[in-house]
T-cell receptor, first 109, second 112 residues
Framework: SQQGEEDPQALSIQEGENATMNCSYKTSINNLQWYRQNSGRGLVHLILIRSNEREKHSGRLRVTLDTSKKSSSLLITASRAADTASYFCATDSNYQLIWGAGTKLIIKP | DAMVIQNPRYQVTQFGKPVTLSCSQTLNHNVMYWYQQKSSQAPKLLFHYYDKDFNNEADTPDNFQSRRPNTSFCFLDIRSPGLGDAAMYLC???????????FGPGTRLTVL
């Protein structure tokens, strides 16, 4: 079953712009993870944020978590063509990962 | 260096003909997962092993079986593939359940 809902479903921006994707979930969590999937490939882990953390950075990625609103956002700054991919959030609840439907990000040159 | 390896990368089978997909890992992780992913959808967990302890998702069809003979290897057996089983099959590992998962490149299954 899917607990995470992501929006937008698809996002198309110009190279160099920032991209923001959101994830909402339903039940309390231990952590929330973001993954990237390039077309036809496996998923790559980007960042994990724990329920007691509010913000986390990794390079051009910034993730926020608002447990009161049961939501998270992933910000990619200064986007590049190589960032074109699908991005999934996954929440850990009851020691099982529940996946969102994903956001398809397209970076236009 | 590849950490989670899946073979083959592409598999074509005929309707009803059994097929086995394989996954191996060099991470020595306790947990191994099999996911099914159809186009533009989230990965759907089929089952996972914690060490030798097998955990089947409630809605995984009986047509799908798995074996984990040792820590490094895990197999997905599809006993009688139907057209609806055509998908990408992803193997993943993690140190513990709900930890960061490390994925293989996937096996794309085509059913003719």
């Amino acid at each position: 079953s899917q607990q995470g809902e992501e929006d937008p479903q698809a996002l198309s921006i110009q190279e160099g712009e920032n991209a923001t994707m959101n994830c909402s979930y339903k039940t309390s969590i231990n952590n929330l993870q973001w993954y990237r999937q390039n077309s036809g490939r496996g998923l790559v882990h980007l960042i994990l944020i724990r329920s007691n953390e509010r913000e986390k950075h990794s390079g051009r990625l910034r993730v926020t978590l608002d447990t009161s609103k049961k939501s998270s956002s992933l910000l990619i700054t200064a986007s590049r063509a190589a960032d074109t991919a699908s991005y999934f959030c996954a929440t850990d609840s009851n020691y099982q990962l529940i996946w969102g439907a994903g956001t398809k990000l397209i970076i236009k040159p | 260096d590849a950490m989670v390896i899946q073979n083959p990368r592409y598999q074509v089978t005929q309707f009803g003909k059994p097929v086995t997909l394989s996954c191996s890992q060099t991470l020595n992780h306790n947990v191994m997962y099999w996911y099914q992913q159809k186009s533009s959808q989230a990965p759907k967990l089929l089952f996972h092993y914690y060490d030798k302890d097998f955990n089947n998702e409630a809605d995984t069809p009986d047509n799908f079986q798995s074996r984990r003979p040792n820590t490094s290897f895990c197999f997905l057996d599809i006993r009688s593939p139907g057209l609806g089983d055509a998908a990408m099959y992803l193997c993943a590992t993690s140190r513990d359940v709900a930890d960061t998962q490390y994925f293989g490149p996937g096996t794309r299954l085509t059913v003719l």
